[in-house]
């Protein structure tokens, strides 16, 4: 087949489109990736032939189950559950599980094909999957938590295992919804495996892993930072979000110097122009995690900050700009403000917060940019170091830990830099994330042959 007969950029999209109707969010994560792999495969024939891309955007299997449950005014509750296994390629399935009123198909399809690439630039052997179901723990009290999680993992945990697929936690599943589906898991098969991770430190849960995610963020901003020949002391950051991925990031962010002026809720956001001290970062740990409050009781703790109900934070002047909430967070619109204001760094905490227009516009502006990717994959790091450790009945120490998580994020920054473009004195680090990702899993898929 000559090159000019493949299946250009437009004509793979119509077609993931026409297979997947509706499915928006996945159609965005295929594209983001595929804009850029077509460019890398144009003369490489063997990628074409094995039609590796399109296997990669068409998962392994989705599952799709109905959960039951009581609440504690004895009536029954329905919710749908899923677990999307995209690429098994390079390890067993690893990805989070996700519990929230948001989730969908297309969410989830576009979470395990985004983990797939992620999970490759960490250099450990995960391939890529994630689940979860439409259910919102907000307000439940921990019986009714506890009976769905159960009802949940009784039909999870056919699909699932320590050398098959291990989920872990996400957005709505912390070490409470963990619990409970590890405690139903071996109830119903009498093995005490590693089959999630997240777990509680008393049965096998590894240390550094709940601020895995946010120190990785920090750290693969360091980096690139470093290779401008920069460094973190000083700058002005703008957090979004205000869970685990945020409040790490704030945390990290300030022991190297930086001052975080901004963290969020679904309510709006706080202006601190003092910036977070570990005081304060502190004080929304404890009132987002163990009093699930809102972050608006900010200002009524600490003078001097602000709160903008129903607004982001990206209008506030900043350095370097983390998306650590959720999806689609940061558009056009913020994109151009972020750029007007002197933005020169925006890092991506969350999955896929920046839409493709918005990274379209700074990359245009040569404004660097940190994809998900590479710049969020601490969490599923430690995470398989939890594997691992599980595995060998053995746990690291909390400094050797320190020390993986940094080198893993290293490597990615490196393995990025790899597939640069030698001749610009631009990074584009989403298209050489994208290229570095795709090429471990498609050379392993062509090693298996055509299945």
């Given at each position: 087949?000559a090159?000019?007969?493949?299946v ?19 159609h ?22 094995a ?6 955007a068409?998962?392994d299997?989705v ?16 919710q749908?559950g ?10 067993p ?16 399809k ?27 723990p ?10 769905f ?32 589906m590890?405690?139903?898991y071996?109830r119903?098969?009498n ?7 997240g ?17 990785g ?14 460094d ?9 979000g ?21 963290m969020?809720?679904s ?14 970062i ?5 009132h987002?995690t163990?009093?699930?409050g ?9 003078k ?5 109900a129903g ?5 506030v ?29 925006v890092?991506e905490?969350a ?8 990274v ?26 939890e ?33 640069a ?9 989403a ?19 055509v299945?």
């Amino acid at each position: 087949m000559a090159i000019s007969d493949h299946v250009n950029l437009e004509q793979f999209m119509a077609g993931v489109q026409r297979r997947n109707p509706g499915e928006t969010e996945f159609h965005q994560a295929v594209y983001e990736v595929a804009v850029d792999i077509f460019d890398f495969i144009q003369d490489k024939e063997i990628y074409h032939e094995a039609q590796i891309l399109r296997r990669i955007a068409e998962p392994d299997r989705v599952v799709s189950f109905r959960v039951c449950w009581e609440d504690d005014n004895g009536n029954v509750r329905v919710q749908r559950g899923y677990r999307v296994q995209n690429n098994n390629a390079i390890g067993p399935y690893k990805g989070g599980l996700r519990f929230h009123k948001s989730v969908d198909q297309s969410i989830l399809k576009f979470l395990a094909f985004e983990q797939t690439f992620k999970n490759s630039l960490t250099g450990l052997p995960m391939g890529g999957a994630k689940g979860g179901a439409d259910f919102n723990p907000k307000g439940k009290s921990d019986n009714e938590v506890m009976r769905f999680c159960q009802s949940f993992m009784t039909e999870l945990y056919r699909h699932v295992g320590e050398d098959t697929d291990v989920p872990a936690g996400d957005i709505g599943t912390g070490a409470r919804e963990i619990g409970y589906m590890f405690g139903q898991y071996k109830r119903i098969t009498n093995r005490y495996v590693g089959v999630l991770t997240g777990k509680g430190l008393e049965w096998g849960g590894s240390l550094v892993r709940t601020e895995s995610t946010g120190y990785g963020v920090v750290y693969f901003a360091e980096d690139m930072l470093a290779q401008a020949g920069d460094d973190l002391e000083g700058k002005q950051v703008a957090v979004s979000g205000s869970g685990n991925v945020a409040t790490f990031a704030a945390e990290k962010a300030t022991q190297l110097g930086a001052r975080v002026v901004t963290m969020s809720d679904s309510d709006g956001f706080v202006h601190d122009p003092g910036g977070f001290t570990q005081e304060k970062i502190d004080w929304v740990k404890r009132h987002k995690t163990h009093y699930r409050g809102r972050l608006s009781a900010y200002v009524d703790q600490f003078k001097g900050a602000t709160f903008h109900a129903g607004e982001r934070p990206w209008s506030v002047p900043c350095d370097i700009a983390l998306p650590c909430a959720t999806q689609n967070e940061l558009g056009p619109d913020d994109a151009r403000q972020l750029v007007a204001n002197g933005a020169r760094m925006v890092v991506e905490g969350a999955n896929m917060p920046t839409t493709n227009d918005a990274v379209k516009l700074l990359r245009e502006a040569r404004v660097l940019f940190g994809p998900a990717k590479a710049a969020n994959a601490g969490g599923v790091a430690v995470s398989g170091l939890e594997m691992s450790q599980n595995q060998t009945r053995m746990a690291l120490r909390e400094d050797e830990l320190q020390k993986l998580l940094r080198e893993i994020m290293r490597n990615i920054h490196s393995r990025c830099l790899a597939y640069a473009d030698p001749r610009s004195d631009y990074i584009d680090y989403a298209k050489a994330a994208n290229i570095a990702g795709f090429k471990k899993v498609a050379d392993a898929m062509l090693a298996f042959g055509v299945v």
